[in-house]
């Protein structure tokens, strides 16, 4: 069960192992042998995933075969921005994992003993992307001051953060005046990826700055962020302590961590964390 709209092409119960990998197979294998079956075992037990947006299309993937790996367990994924979801856990949502691309929300649920440790399980990067049409003409990273209407992060949500320190980066090359006439041009300031992009899908920002995996083909153009100004984002997830499904949170730990997991992390342009860690 995902809270928000699914992907199109998921069926209802529909993960098909005939289409997997032999990693996927290998590892839906195994993990039946010790779930069982759902029609024979307990009602299915609730396993709420709180997640950062930009892990939207990975984590819908993951949910699928995860489900079809234990049918005892109904997975609820929630998506928005990393600062909202932590104020929830904080104030008492019923969440079993977060997972985020900032370290510091982590680490302030960890110190307030809100979550029982987390790991490090995933990379990304930034993309500058622009409307199909182009209207500002913005042929490069160097162009952005080109822009009449600049959408980005909010300093409170990880791509807000790592889209300054782009551009604080950018200037080492492209002049000190380079972020502050960047950041004049800002007009929106969103609190996840996905709202980010959407202006640009709408017709109503002349460029964003989102992850390399919200690029939406069809939809925007990707122009690359130089190599010394991008910035690797970090993707980390833990259980959170005192969950209603501890087995399941565990359980989906070792999922994302596992070849099948990693597996549909870089198939939707993540870099997969081979050993996972802090």
């Known amino acids: 069960m995902t809270f928000g709209p699914r992907s199109p092409w998921i069926k209802p119960g529909g993960f098909c192992p005939r289409a997997a990998s032999a990693a996927t197979r290998l590892y839906l294998l195994a993990a039946a042998a010790t779930a069982g079956c759902a029609e024979d075992g307990p009602e299915r037990r609730p396993l709420r995933v709180f997640a950062a947006s930009s892990l939207t299309d990975a984590f ?4 699928t075969a995860f489900e079809a790996a234990y049918p005892d367990t109904d997975v609820g994924l929630v998506f928005a921005g990393s600062q909202v979801l932590r104020l929830q ?4 949502a019923g969440a079993d994992v977060f997972a985020s691309a900032d370290r510091r929300h982590l680490a302030s649920l960890e110190r307030a003993g809100l979550l029982s440790g987390y790991r490090r399980f995933a990379g990304n990067e930034l993309a500058l992307i622009v409307p199909p049409g182009n209207p500002a ?3 490069s990273f160097a162009d952005l001051p080109r822009a009449e209407r600049l959408v980005i992060g909010t300093e409170h949500v990880p791509l807000g953060a790592y889209t300054r320190e782009a551009l604080r980066r950018a200037g080492g090359r492209l002049g000190a005046e380079f972020e502050s006439e960047v950041l004049g041009r800002v007009v929106s300031w969103e609190s996840s990826a996905r709202l980010v992009r959407a202006k640009v899908e709408l017709g109503v920002a002349d460029a964003a700055i989102v992850y390399r995996t919200d690029v939406a083909p069809g939809k925007v153009r990707a122009l690359p962020v130089p190599p010394e100004a991008n910035v690797r984002a970090n993707y980390l997830m ?4 005192g969950a209603a499904n501890p087995e399941g949170a565990a359980h989906w730990l070792g999922f994302v961590a596992s ?3 990693r597996e549909i992390l870089v198939r939707r342009g993540f870099v997969a964390v081979a050993a996972a860690g802090r």
């Open 60 to 63: 819908r993937d993951m949910e």
């Open 89 to 92: 856990i904080e104030r008492g």
């Open 137 to 139: 003409e913005i042929g």
């Open 238 to 241: 833990g259980a959170v302590a």
């Open 259 to 261: 070849p099948a997991g």
